[in-house]
């Protein structure tokens, strides 16, 4: 019995003692654990504080990345109005150098026609007092110059008139007395299919007149009838007339007034 006691008693003290260790292990570990949680939280809270810090440095960026946008935004609409206003001005400019060149060109013109107008005022008044103008400004003797020589000039408008129609008889009684021979014969030079036109080796100097006909033979055969439109020294152009052409003209073909 007292050996049963004395087991219990170790038994006792020995569970007193790992209790008292297990609890100082315990004690340890709990106080590990409360050290680390507590660096877990200064963790979680610095971590918490870095990103509410980032998302407000985030939002900021945001913030300023939409500014930045929008002062490209108008930074290129004020470009674009740059240009615009720029193309504008050169455009100016353009029509303004434009103008300057035509008002150079029309300065230059007016220098011009000034001089000639200088140069014609010289030659009239160096004509003037060679028909015996002396003083130009004496009116009543340019307007004495002016009639008599418009009187001279009607004068010999009479007799150019006068000789004209004396030209004219004499021509008409010369084309009379040099009329187209009768029976006066050629042959055909040339013929022209794509103008519609001959030539004759007869001219002005076998009598040949414009509106003169001819009939054109091939073989004792009428080929056609053709009239004279243009007169040479020896050469002629005629046209056939309309319903006198029986076959087309060839080189070679006489022709009979």
Not at 46 to 70: G, I, P, V, Y
Not at 81 to 88: N, T
Request: some cysteine.
């Amino acid at each position: 019995m007292k050996l049963l006691i004395r087991i219990a008693f170790v038994i006792t003290i020995v569970a007193c003692i790992g209790a008292g260790y297990f609890a100082r292990q315990l004690g340890a570990k709990r106080d590990e654990l409360q050290t680390e949680a507590t660096s877990l939280t200064t963790q979680k809270n610095k971590l918490t504080k870095d990103l509410t810090d980032s998302r407000a440095d985030l939002t900021t960026a945001k913030q300023n990345l939409t500014k930045a946008q929008d002062n490209l935004t108008e930074a290129q609409k004020s470009v674009e109005a740059s240009k615009s206003a720029l193309a504008a001005k050169t455009q100016e400019a353009e029509k303004l150098q434009t103008s300057l060149s035509a008002n150079t060109a029309e300065l230059n013109q007016v220098k011009t026609d000034r001089d000639t107008a200088q140069q014609t005022i010289k030659k009239i008044q160096d004509s003037l007092a060679a028909a015996g103008v002396a003083d130009v400004g004496n009116i009543d003797q340019l307007r004495d110059k002016i009639m008599a020589q418009a009187e001279e000039n009607q004068l010999l408008g009479k007799q150019l008139t006068a000789a004209r129609d004396a030209n004219a008889e004499i021509a008409q009684k010369l084309n009379k007395s040099i009329a187209v021979p009768n029976n006066l014969r050629g042959r055909v030079a040339v013929v022209q299919d794509n103008w519609d036109f001959i030539v004759l080796n007869l001219g002005r100097n076998q009598h040949v007149q414009p509106k003169t006909e001819f009939i054109v033979y091939r073989a004792d055969k009428m080929v056609a009838k053709v009239q004279v439109q243009t007169v040479g020294e020896n050469t002629c152009i005629a046209e056939a007339l309309p319903g006198f052409q029986l076959a087309q003209p060839r080189v070679g073909d006489v022709v009979v007034h």
